[in-house]
Structures are given as C-alpha cells and as structure tokens.
C-alpha cells in the first residue's frame, strides 16, 4: 500500500513553509530515519525524515516550492502496511549532533497542540456528520472547537481528505452550526486593505518584492499584538561610565580565553537578575491566568535578511558574563544563517531589543506575545548631567520598557528599572 508524506510543522505556529530541496528521487529506497528533504520556515532550515520503510514512489511537491501548506501530501511512499491513517514526515535537528542529543519530540499533528490530546477524554470517539460519516479533525481543532462550542460534524474541513484544522475553527462561532450536511462554518471578513493603485500610486512606478514567510509572519505577529495588547512605555535614563569601565577589565581578564563581553551581554545580565528581584515582572498572560515564569529566559532581537528572529538565552539569571557573551555569539551567528532549532527561539519570558550600536537614541519596541514586557536600548552618548547642583558630562543610555498592562502594570515596570537602573549603574552589585 501506498502511504503519503506529508508536509510537517516544524512548530505549533507553522502554517506553510519553502520544500528547498529533496535528498531522495523517485524509485530511492528509504529507512525509517532517513533524511528524505529540507525545509525553510520564516525562522529556520530544517531537517525532515522518514518515519517508513518503502521506496519512493512519487515526488508530488517540487524542490523549491514556495508556500506549501502543513499537511499537505509532498511525496508517495510504497510499504507493506500504510495504515489507518497517513503518518507525516518528521523534523530532524538540523545538525547531526544535535540530533543525537535531542529527537524529535512530536510529529506534524503533535505539534500543532502539545496539550490538546490530554484535554480530551481518553476513549472519546471522533463525532459523525449527519450521514454517519466519521469526522477527521485535528487535536488542536477539536481543542478549539470544544472551547467556542462549535459542533465539528457541521465544520467543512480543508486539510488532507477534508480534514478540519486550525483554520476551519478559528474564526467560526458557535450560531453557524447550522443542520445538514453542507451546512459550514463562517469564517470572519478579513480587514480590506487599498490596493495601491487604489491609493493613487499608479503601476509601473514602483518594483513589487513578494512577501516571503518571514515577512508575513512578523507582520501578522506584530499587527496582532500592537492591536490586542494594551501596551504602555515606561522610560529612564541611565549612566553607564562605571558599566563601560567595568566591562573592560571583564575584558582584559577574559582577553586569554578569546571571549569578549559586549554592552548587551551586560545588559542581558541585568535584565535577568532585575526579573528575579521584581519576579512580577516575569510573567505571561494567558485567557487560564497569569504565569509566573520561574527562570529569565531572556530574548534577543536578531536582525536578519527578511526580518528578525529572538534567539533565547535560557535561564540568563543563572550564568555568568563570559557564558552569556559565549551563548548569546553563538545564537546570533546561526540565527542569520537559519540553523536555530525551534526550542532556541521559541518560549522565552522577556525581550531585549538594542539598536544602540545603530545610532538610535530612543525607541519602543512592540511586545513579543506571550511576554509581558519588552525592554528598548539606545545609544550611550556623552550628554550633560547635573550632579550636586553642579553641570557635568556623563555618558547617557536612554532604555524604554514596553509592557503588557494586563500583566505588568505601572508600579510594576517602574520598580524592574529601578531594580534595572541600579544593576547597570553600579555593575558590581551584579557579581555580589
């Protein structure tokens, strides 16, 4: 029997990605583990491999295919036994090591919802349409569907042989469950966007670049928490000549082992260690409450082509200087060449986002869901202080903490910078 590979979800959040290029032809024989292909999500390049024995019997998704929906069938697959159901491709590490050390933990259904299949009954029976017809829906569907009440034997699905997932629920409501068996569920009108010929800006006057994965999902992810998060900026400036001072005898004591701490190595320090002063501020929230997060995973901001990426430094306020400098190079460097694994940019607690070293004085970032706060850096500068009543020069960094007022409120923000405040200015209370 014939058993098609489908397109994986590199992650819970993944909804199409680039088929870049297959390792397998038609009529190659293939072992469970077997790299079969390579893909390219907004994030990153992943490994994907064969979770039957067979030979390949067809390519149906060319090499370089752009926009390929998960769960879509990508190639066939001649074995002995296909099963009930057609088991998807899974994601490899995309290094050998790290694929030694860390298998792949879920397959493409899995990873729509790591919870979904424990929140439902354990013998519960898929639900009929009226014609008796089993309904084939996916965990994370009949999650949501359970939450809004929707009656899934009245959903259309538009999956692999009309299975119903994400989007078929996601903005249905419960008043569509009308009876019959055409009956579907109304989707809400996306917003109408002007074509720009529509807002007066005439064709041949410009050159269209196609929106690639990375652009669209930063768009959707940004548009939705500038809409949906009540968000407020919290400013201060701080003196940073003792933090400069300080990091360059870090740096001449660290000069032997090759490793060189940069300003937002420090500041990552900080922001960890302020975080378990002002524990408040580390949290997440979520329609069940509010999570408290017990480590500072904190999130970079990496720039990279198409857009940026927020590479982890997981349990920040545990590790010192030189480990974090080490961390954070290695996590930049393979985030501009897409090799990060999921986990190593998904999940953390609280942002950073620096571009001081950009010339930008001051700034406010917009939030990275689920987080609760976000903090801006700037540019030092030389500016003039007034110290004792007396006019002096100090060099000047100007920090901006965006936050989640349904999480961190005023009082809130205002004590992780005053907490923030006295670690960058007097770094030794850091290392006390």
């Not at 298998?103 to 899995?110: E, G, L, S, T």
């Not at 923000?413 to 209370?429: C, M, S």
Request: charge should be neutral.
């Amino acid at each position: 029997m014939s058993i098609d590979v489908l397109m994986p979800a590199l992650s819970p959040t993944m909804e199409e990605g680039t088929l870049a290029k297959w390792h397998v032809k038609k009529g190659d024989k293939v072992s469970s583990g077997d790299v079969i292909a390579e893909i390219e999500t907004d994030k990153a390049t992943m490994e994907v491999e064969a979770v039957d024995e067979g030979v390949i019997e067809d390519i149906l998704v060319a090499e370089g295919s752009e926009g390929v929906k998960v769960n879509t069938p990508i190639a066939r697959l001649s074995g002995e036994d296909a099963g009930s159901a057609p088991p998807p491709a899974k994601a490899a590490a995309p290094n050998a090591e790290a694929a030694k050390s860390e298998a792949p933990k879920a397959d493409a259904v899995k990873a729509e919802a790591p919870k979904a299949q424990a929140e439902q009954p354990a013998k519960a029976a898929a639900p009929a349409r009226a014609s008796g017809e089993r309904v084939f829906a996916s965990p994370l569907a009949r999650r949501i569907a359970g939450q809004k009440g929707l009656d899934l034997s009245q959903v259309q699905g538009s999956g692999p042989r009309g299975r119903i997932i994400k989007r078929d629920v996601e903005g249905a409501t419960p008043q569509a469950k009308a009876p019959g068996a055409a009956a579907g569920v109304a989707a809400s009108a996306p917003r109408q966007v002007q074509s720009l010929a529509q807002m007066g800006i005439p064709d041949g006057s410009y050159d269209l670049i196609p929106l690639d994965g990375m652009k669209k999902t930063v768009a959707r992810r940004m548009s939705d928490s500038f809409r949906d998060v009540p968000h407020f900026p919290l400013t201060i400036d701080l003196e940073i000549d003792g933090l400069l001072a300080g990091r360059a005898k870090i740096n001449a004591m660290l000069e032997k082992q090759g490793v060189k701490v940069s300003v937002n190595d420090l500041v990552i320090k900080a922001a960890a260690f302020a975080l378990k002063q002002v524990p408040e501020a580390n949290a997440s929230y979520s329609p069940e409450g509010i999570a408290m997060h017990h480590n500072a995973d904190i999130a970079m901001a990496v720039a990279i082509d198409g857009g940026l990426i927020t590479p982890i430094i997981r349990k920040a306020e545990t590790k010192g200087l030189a480990q974090i400098a080490v961390e954070a190079k290695d996590l930049a460097e393979r985030a501009r060449t897409r090799k990060l694994k999921p986990e190593e940019f998904q999940g953390g607690t609280f942002s950073i986002s620096n571009l001081g070293m950009m010339g930008i004085k001051s700034f406010n970032s917009i939030i990275n869901e689920p987080q609760g706060a976000i903090l801006s850096v700037g540019a030092g500068e030389q500016r003039p202080v007034v110290k004792n009543g007396q006019l002096a020069i100090a060099t000047v960094m100007s920090v901006t903490l965006t936050c989640d007022h349904r999480v961190v409120d005023g009082a809130i923000g205002a004590r992780w910078l005053q907490a923030f405040k006295v670690l960058i200015e007097d770094p030794i209370t850091m290392i006390v």
